[in-house]
């Protein structure tokens, strides 16, 4: 089993940045992809951004393409999204994601282990 815990949302102001943790333990995830997905009220749970276990291959969302930036630590089974530039559009409850596999995708249904997410909202 693993858990998984998200840190760092918070209140942004648009045009400006906010930095997103994830720490997943009870197993080692380090050849694991890793993945952060969002919800905002009233609207399904949408990709974000997803690394793979080197770090090497990552994917965004055409949405944040540009202003967000996926990164991992291994040595600590983390994973962080840094967003820049951030828009009202951008709120919403953002998950961490973990995927017993190392195949990056985009379905939320196909991770397999999930973090209770953290509200990040941007004002106008």
């Known amino acids: 089993q693993v858990q998984v815990v998200e840190s760092g949302g918070g209140l942004g102001q648009a045009g400006g940045s906010l930095r997103l943790s994830c720490a997943a333990s009870g197993r080692t995830v380090s050849r694991y992809v890793m993945a952060w997905f969002r919800q905002a009220p009233g609207k399904e749970r949408e990709f974000v951004a997803a690394i793979s276990w080197s770090g090497i291959s990552r994917d965004y969302a055409d949405s944040v393409k540009g202003r967000f930036t996926i990164s991992r630590d291994n040595a600590k089974n983390t994973v962080h999204l840094q967003m820049n530039s951030l828009k009202p559009e951008d709120t919403a409850v953002y998950h961490c994601?973990?995927?017993?596999?190392?195949?990056?995708?985009?379905?939320?249904?196909?991770?397999?282990?999930w973090g209770q997410g953290t509200q990040v909202t941007v004002s106008s």
């Open positions: 994601a973990v995927r017993n596999d190392y195949i990056l995708v985009r379905g939320w249904y196909e991770y397999d282990y």
